[in-house]
């Protein structure tokens, strides 16, 4: 079983997803099956969010916090990176240096 690094940064997130997914079997997935997978969990934190904000949605949905659907989204963002061989943190970072000026 895979353990987290204790205080670990981006790049020991993204490590830990890769070597999990593949004790689970995950390593299989294609990039397309692993954004499918982002979108559903994009919809389980709207719908956390609509909790929250006390917008109706179906009594029966079982409904996790946002801080958990957030977490499922940070992973599923980590493993398309893993697929397609990203470095979120120099990617992220890369990113920024571009988008510095947008807001200005």
């Not at 890769?18 to 997978?37: A, H, N, P, V, Y």
């Not at 709207?46 to 179906?58: A, L, N, P």
């Not at 949905?61 to 963002?77: C, G, N, W």
């Not at 397609?84 to 988008?99: G, M, P, Q, R, S």
């Amino acid at each position: 079983m895979v353990i987290l690094k204790e205080n670990p940064l981006l790049k020991d997130f993204q490590e830990y997803i890769l070597e999990s997914g593949i004790e689970l079997g995950f390593d299989k997935l294609t990039g397309i099956q692993r954004c499918l997978m982002l979108w559903e969990e994009l919809g389980e934190l709207f719908k956390s969010v609509r909790k929250y904000e006390k917008i109706k949605i179906d009594k029966n949905s079982k409904v996790d916090s946002i801080e958990d659907e957030l977490a499922d989204v940070f992973k599923q963002v980590c493993a398309i990176a893993n697929y397609f061989k990203i470095d979120l943190e120099k990617a992220f970072i890369e990113k920024e240096k571009k988008n510095i000026w947008r807001w200005k």
